[in-house]
Structures are given as C-alpha cells and as structure tokens.
C-alpha cells in the first residue's frame, strides 16, 4: 500500500479548527479499505463488557469463531448464534488462527497465554486487547515467538458504546505479516484500525490517548467548579462542551502534525497556532481573573496559560504579558 504524505496547510488558511488533511498513512486504515485475503478462523477469549460486544461482530463472518469464558452465561447467547464456545484457552488455541484475549489485568493475560502456549500452532497469532503494561505484551511477545506464535498489543478507545456499534479505534503493535491477520477481523469490530509499530507500540498509543482522556475530565471537573462558584448550572455547560467538540473535535483538532518540535516562522502551521495561542491565553487569562474574583483555584488553568503556546510549537506570550505588566 502506497504512503500518502499528509499536506500542510496553506498559509491563507487560519480557521481553527484545521481541517484534517483526507490522506491517510500507509499504517492506518478504515473499514472500507478492508480486504480479505484469506478467512482466518478466529477465536474471543474474555466475553465482558468489551469482549462480547467485539466477540458479537465476528458471529456472521466466514471462517468459524469460537468464544471463551469462565461463565456459562456470558457463552450461552453464542452457542445459540452458532458459535462454538468453551471455558478452555486450550481448547482455543487448538481450533483458531487470530485468538483475541479481552481480560482484566496484566495477570490474567499471563495466565491465559500460557494455556494458549499449551495447544496453538506455529503461526498463530494472539492479540491482547486489554490495556496492559507495554513491557508486559514486549515480554510476552518473545516467549510467544520461541514458540512460533505472534502475540501482538492491540488495546481499543471507544469504549462499550463505540464496542456496540462497531466503530472502535484499534492500536496494533505487530509485525507487519502479523498486521496484515488481524486487519480483516479486527474490521468487523473496529471502524478504525493503526498499525502503531512493532508489539508495545499500541499499547504505549494507548497510553498516550488514555493521559489525554482522563487530564481532560480533570480539567472538566476544574471548569465545573469555575462555573458553580459563578453560579452556573454546570449541566448546561455539560449540554455545550459535548455540542462544540462534536463540532470542532476537541483537544484532537491540534493534533494534526508529525511532530512537537518548534514550528518555524515560515512553516504554514505557524500563523494558526499562533492565532489558537492568541485566543487561548486571552480566554485562559480571562478565566483565572474569574477564578481569582469567585476564589476558585485553577490550578490546570495556569498550567495551561503558560504551556499553550510551546505545546502548539510556537512562543507562549504570557511572560511578555506579565513583564510589561510589571514595568512601573
């Protein structure tokens, strides 16, 4: 598949959000430009929260698909829809090419890859969609691989809703003939799937995904109290956030460049950022004036403040600010 170099924008263009050049790279692929060059059988271990709705999506596909819990329960519904279920990773690894393991920690994907050592054929391959540590799938790769079989990480984003509809984001870190057996499956599941690098390489996306997500909800919950001490309903401002990011894409909408070095004066980049510096720090100022007036310590606001500009690659201006505020 060939590379496709994303474009930069032209130097007119400073709307902000940018739009998202249409490209994509040669590791990135969406349902669409899914083709199957083989029917590999496949196999769900962990039939959760997660695992059953992704495990779900595989039940039409051709190939065979055999499912594994500890729960009776949780297998009935799919023996009903033609499965072939189990309570053994044993019994797994016997009948099955791409064996899919959504469980709980880092523990329980050990235990169950060494039941799948017991019975898998050279040449299978493992996909750990739990979100475990990097050095644990790395670790587990190399005992799989004395054994000619790829474990790959391949944690997911989206969460349950996005499990239900099909529309997850995958992160694989693989080889590339791994990749190439898992990417027609992981379709069925997956609106979005990545090739991030080599085994390690998905989950560490993952992390860095996971840090943006959940500083997110912190500084949410900074902004709700800015607003309640200003007497806000704090669930109205909820109805406005999740409407304006639909529409301007949140925190991703600056994530469009290969890289987080300084951006040079004459880069096409440079008159946008410099134009969200300019509207961030006036409105992040404004906000910690508030903060200040109603006693709201913001203390994300003022990291922010002084970390916008850099962040985006160019200068902040909060120190120019704050000089020439200080000048008698």
């Known amino acids: 598949m060939a590379q496709i170099q994303r474009k930069a924008p032209t130097s007119e263009s400073h709307n902000f959000p940018p739009t998202p050049p249409r490209e994509r790279s040669r590791w990135t692929f969406s349902r669409s430009t899914m083709t199957t060059t083989e029917q590999v059988s496949v196999g769900y271990i962990g039939l959760g929260n997660m695992g059953a709705p992704m495990a779900k999506r595989l039940l039409n596909r051709p190939g065979g698909l055999i499912v594994c819990d500890t729960r009776p329960e949780a297998l009935e519904p799919f023996g009903k829809a033609g499965a072939r279920v189990t309570s053994s990773p044993r019994e797994v690894a016997e009948n099955a090419d791409v064996i899919s393991v959504t469980v709980l920690n880092d523990e329980q994907v050990r235990a169950v890859v060494t039941q799948i050592l017991d019975t898998a054929r050279p040449g299978t391959v493992v996909a750990v969609h739990s979100t475990i540590s990097d050095l644990t799938a790395v670790e587990l790769a190399d005992r799989c691989r004395a054994q000619g079989v790829d474990l790959i990480d391949a944690p997911v984003s989206g969460?349950?809703?996005?499990?239900?509809?099909?529309?997850?984001?995958?992160?694989?870190?693989?080889?590339?003939?791994?990749?190439?057996?898992?990417?027609?499956?992981?379709?069925?599941?997956?609106?979005?799937?990545?090739?991030?690098?080599?085994?390690?390489?998905?989950?560490?996306?993952?992390?860095?995904?996971?840090?943006?997500?959940?500083?997110?909800?912190?500084?949410?919950?900074?902004?709700?109290r800015l607003a309640e001490a200003a007497g806000l309903d704090i669930t109205e401002l909820g109805k406005v956030v999740r409407h304006t990011d639909a529409i301007t894409g949140g925190a991703g909408a600056i994530m469009l460049r290969d890289t987080t070095d300084a951006l040079d004066e004459n880069d096409n980049w440079y008159p946008i950022m410099t134009h969200v510096r300019d509207l961030g720090e006036k409105d992040l100022s404004l906000a910690i004036g508030l903060g200040e007036r109603l006693d709201v310590a913001l203390p994300l606001a003022r990291l922010a403040l002084t970390g916008l500009g850099p962040g985006l690659g160019v200068d902040s201006t909060v120190d120019k600010i704050v000089d020439k505020e200080e000048q008698p």
């Open 159 to 224: 969460g349950a809703p996005g499990a239900h509809k099909g529309k997850l984001a995958v992160m694989v870190g693989a080889s590339d003939d791994a990749f190439e057996k898992v990417r027609e499956p992981f379709g069925h599941w997956a609106e979005l799937v990545v090739h991030a690098g080599d085994v390690g390489a998905g989950t560490r996306m993952k992390l860095a995904r996971n840090l943006l997500h959940f500083v997110s909800f912190t500084a949410a919950a900074e902004a709700q």
